[in-house]
């Protein structure tokens, strides 16, 4: 390359990222644990139809698949699924217990035995969606495996139950239901795996019902343990209806520990007022404040304006892991996530030193080591493990390899915008950018504007090769982090409250006009895209502004009543209710936001992509959409993209392969950019 400088067009650059390796680094290592001494973790498998195996990293630093194609480690309760693994070291080495995706069943596994392949542990149902399982924790002392079951009653997607079940490792359940134990009574609509103490003598949990989403509010629940392995006398231990408990576990000297929102910012609190305060295994219902303790019970450990957890989207999402020193691993940050050791005794938190700028909410701890998965700006995601003695840190697993010149990557600005009524606006801004290649003086750049999904949820700050693959070509992206997102507190978080379809639109519009007033973005070339909750954001503001020349919309939400109705999954079944209000009491404004009861509204071309397979926003979204579409009397170009066997979220290489490089030609031919090498999309007209 050396030092010349080519002057092109903006999206008419060359680029060595191509759409096959952007596909090829999707997907990131996740649910960290320890078997022994091995750090062990699933992991992408792009090429392999998307599934995630399982991966190990032995003492000599080696890393190793446990799981030959095609186990797919992964679980679908809640359809987005949790900690799908579990594992211990015994005698005869490692045994695994695991969900594989095809049957939603568990298995138990020993690596070590070759002439063993996974047996199952549990039953197919043909009911429904069956049973499912998340969360697993191994009772090798019971012979048992502890974890959520999730039944299907009935063939709806909301006929379902949840119970904190345990699964004996015999095998004896594999044909058998009956011979599941059910460790509590299914009360509760939502139930999360659980906890024991290092006594064995306390287990905790969380809970929540409809309507409310666990970032509104949940309860931390408490039991005895019976000798028999059963749980007694279940109470409340913190939590409600407007408290969002985040996480909970166990110190190593048995005090409850959980992440509370109370405060609006999700912090960690000590349950001081537990069973040993009374004697007799319930609340002492005391609410004093003795000892700096909140009057709901609980002493904070340290409060600050930051976040110590966040959405609970999978079961047995951990923010924070307690070390045996009694000092906790926590993520916390601001729009970001940090990995650092908290004192609970003075309160601070020393963070780990190393290039790693946003960890994901997964941690696993032995004696002094933490696990943890990593990312930066200038890396994607890796394993990383912390020494909590030393403040050192290094990566042992996944390890970022750049696959081109890191000349090429962005180089993202963090910056805060200025919105309606002069509300602030987090976004990250990846201008273009190309070693190689500058634009003509008088060319200012197209920009995308990126909506995540969610919405409930925020855009990291790290290095994305889909983002890379457009700015490396001269086109600028701008992730908006919303109001409604996760990491600025509750009062933020708040903001999409009933207002779904409206700040978020406002807020993307605020953004993309703000960079073309300043002069960073060509006000013509303006382009917005989303998947999921981000598809319904680009929908809606293709018809509600006129701010955008085109969008992207990927497996979306677009009509309001039948997707709250009956059209999505249990867990989001009636998350309308607070994105958008009662449907009983404000029924006109389900119609009037929906971008399917104003299809002709929608002036900008757009590309509008769906798996066949999604259990979340199913096709039918898209279809009844497209079908009002054709009634208009003037045709808008457009073009659809329905993917077999894709669901919720594309994983497979050739899936993203054409739908990124579609997605580039849609912004091509409205843009008049001329990218070299990508296949023309078809726009029906």
Request: hydrophobic fraction near 35%; proline fraction near 8%; charged fraction near 25%.
């Amino acid at each position: 390359m050396g030092d010349i400088v080519q002057t092109l067009a903006y999206g008419s650059w060359p680029s060595p990222i191509d759409a096959s390796l952007a596909a090829a680094h999707d997907g990131h290592p996740d649910f960290v644990g320890f078997v022994g001494d091995e750090v062990w973790w699933t992991e992408p498998r792009p090429a392999e139809g998307g599934r995630r195996t399982l991966v190990r990293r032995r003492a000599d630093g080696t890393e190793e698949s446990v799981l030959p194609a095609p186990w797919n480690v992964r679980s679908r309760v809640m359809e987005y699924g949790g900690q799908p693994w579990t594992g211990v070291v015994g005698d005869d080495g490692p045994l695994v217990v695991f969900v594989d995706f095809a049957d939603q069943r568990l298995y138990a596994y020993e690596p070590g035995d070759p002439d063993k392949g996974p047996r199952p542990l549990t039953p197919v149902s043909p009911v429904g969606g069956g049973l499912r399982w998340v969360d697993p924790r191994l009772r090798v002392e019971l012979g048992e495996v502890w974890c959520v079951l999730e039944e299907f009653t009935g063939d709806g997607p909301t006929d379902v139950r949840r119970v904190v079940a345990a699964v004996p490792l015999d095998g004896s359940a594999a044909q058998d239901q009956d011979a599941v134990r059910e460790l509590t009574d299914g009360q509760h609509r939502f139930v999360t795996g659980p906890r024991v103490s290092p006594d064995g003598r306390r287990a905790a949990w969380l809970v929540w019902d409809h309507p409310r989403m666990p970032w509104d509010g949940t309860e931390l629940m408490v039991a005895d343990v019976g000798p028999d392995g059963t749980l007694r006398q279940a109470r409340k231990a913190a939590g409600g209806p407007d408290e969002s408990i985040a996480q909970a576990d166990w110190s190593a000297d048995g005090t409850l520990l959980y992440a509370s929102d109370r405060t609006g910012w999700w912090n960690l609190y000590r349950d001081d007022r537990d069973d040993r305060d009374s004697g007799d295994g319930r609340d002492d219902g005391r609410d004093d404040d003795r000892d700096g303790r909140d009057v709901r019970g609980g002493k904070a450990l340290c409060t600050r304006e930051e976040e110590f957890g966040g959405p609970l989207w999978k079961v047995g999402l951990r923010w924070f892991a307690p070390l045996e020193s009694g000092l906790i691993a926590v993520v916390h940050g601001r729009g970001a996530g940090a990995l650092g050791i908290l004192d609970p005794e003075t309160g601070e938190v020393v963070d780990a030193a190393g290039p790693w700028t946003e960890y994901a909410a997964t941690l696993a701890t032995d004696g002094s080591r933490v696990a943890a998965v990593a990312a930066s700006p200038r890396s994607a995601y890796e394993v990383v493990e912390l020494d909590a003695r030393t403040g050192r840190a290094r990566v042992v697993g996944a390890p970022h390899d750049d696959p081109v010149d890191p000349a090429y990557y962005p180089e993202p600005q963090i910056r805060t915008f200025s919105g309606p009524a002069g509300r602030e606006i987090h976004a990250h801004i990846y201008p273009p950018h190309h070693p190689g290649q500058v634009a003509p003086g008088d060319e200012l750049p197209p920009y995308v504007l990126w909506a995540h999904g969610g919405p409930t949820a925020r855009s990291p700050l790290v290095l994305d090769l889909q983002i890379a693959y457009f700015t490396s070509r001269g086109i600028g992206v701008a992730e908006v982090n919303y109001g409604g997102s996760t990491g600025y507190g509750r009062e933020y978080r708040n903001r999409l409250r009933e207002q779904w379809g409206v700040v978020d639109v406002e807020d993307c519009a605020a953004v993309a006009l703000a960079l073309a007033e300043e002069g960073t973005a060509d006000r013509g070339r303006l382009a917005i895209r989303g998947g999921s909750a981000g598809g319904w954001t680009t929908a809606a503001s293709l018809v509600s502004t006129d701010v955008y020349a085109c969008g992207t919309i990927l497996y979306p939400v677009l009509d309001l009543v039948g997707w709250g109705e009956s059209e999505t999954h249990d867990f989001e079944s009636q998350y309308l209710e607070t994105l958008v209000g009662p449907l009983a009491e404000v029924p006109g404004r389900y119609a009037e936001r929906s971008p399917t009861e104003h299809a002709d509204r929608v002036t900008a071309p757009f590309l509008l992509l769906q798996g066949l397979d999604d259990a979340v926003c199913p096709p039918t979204q898209c279809e009844r959409f497209l079908a009002r579409l054709a009634e208009r009397a003037r045709p808008l170009p457009h073009a659809y993209i329905a993917f077999e066997g894709e669901g919720h979220g594309f994983r497979r290489a050739d899936t993203m392969v054409r739908a990124l490089e579609s997605e580039l030609s849609l912004y091509a031919q409205v843009f008049g950019l001329n990218p070299p090498g990508i296949p023309t999309l078809e726009l029906a007209k």
